[in-house]
């Protein structure tokens, strides 16, 4: 049972737009920002978005990242099928001092 | 280029012993936290600990506490993960990652491409 709570799975068909959602507690998401990992089939894990919203250089403009109080939400738009990879949220949490990560969401290209 | 090389996975039995290593190179090593993150087989991430640069703060999740010890060689730009009396339960592939700190904020970039650390008799 992980401490963020992401759903296990999500699709869209090329071109559509999905979110995956995030939800945590006021030890965590609530009073640290979100960052988020994409990790594609057989490969580490690589970082997609960081302090709630910030692309690193590379990422593309597609991917993007909101927080509002306890929860936090990855949005891609213009889908791919290079898209296709497993979603991790991770956030600092204050009461058990370490990180924390969400379950992952699995994203299928249709 | 900042690269991550993780070394030192292998099969071990329960309640033996294992050290992993992550060679660094690329920025300057004593500047940088470091982390520990493992994935079992078919599951998520678990973060597993954290170290600062200079090795004085570390940072263990409950699940190893007690049990393994990070530490770091800076001469060496070396990582470690010391793990005693393994489970099964420890079985994963183990990710070394580089802290980035601003603003009072972290995330982990990049990533090492793991080493396996398989527990079984």
């Known amino acids: 049972q992980s401490v963020l709570t992401q759903p296990p799975s999500a699709s869209g068909t090329p071109g559509q737009r999905v979110t995956i959602s995030c939800s945590g507690s006021?030890?965590?998401?609530?009073?640290?920002?979100v960052n988020w990992y994409q990790q594609l089939p057989g490969t580490a894990p690589k970082l997609l978005i960081y302090t709630n919203n910030e692309r690193p250089s590379g990422v593309p403009d597609r991917f993007s990242g909101s927080k509002s109080g306890t929860s936090a939400s990855l949005a891609i738009s213009g889908l791919q099928s290079e898209d296709e990879a497993d979603y991790y949220c991770a956030a600092w949490d204050d009461s058990l001092n370490g990180w924390v990560f969400g379950g992952g969401t699995k994203l299928t290209v249709l | 280029e900042v690269h991550l090389l993780e070394s030192g996975g292998g099969l071990v039995q329960p309640g033996g012993s294992l050290r992993l290593s992550c060679a660094a190179s690329?920025?300057?090593?004593?500047?940088?936290?470091m982390n520990w993150v493992r994935q079992a087989p078919g599951k998520g991430l678990e973060w597993v600990s954290t170290i600062s640069g200079s090795g004085g703060s570390t940072y263990y999740a409950d699940s190893v506490k007690g049990r393994f010890t990070i530490s770091r060689d800076n001469s060496r730009n070396t990582l470690y993960l010391h793990m005693n009396r393994l489970r099964a339960e420890d079985t994963a592939v183990y990710y070394c990652?580089?802290?980035?700190?601003?603003?009072?904020?972290?995330?982990?970039?990049?990533w090492g491409q793991g080493t396996l650390v398989t527990v079984s008799s």
């Open positions: 690329g920025f300057t090593f004593s500047s940088s936290a």
């Open positions: 006021s030890s965590n998401i609530g009073s640290n920002t």
């Open positions: 990652a580089k802290a980035i700190a601003a603003a009072g904020w972290e995330w982990f970039d990049p």
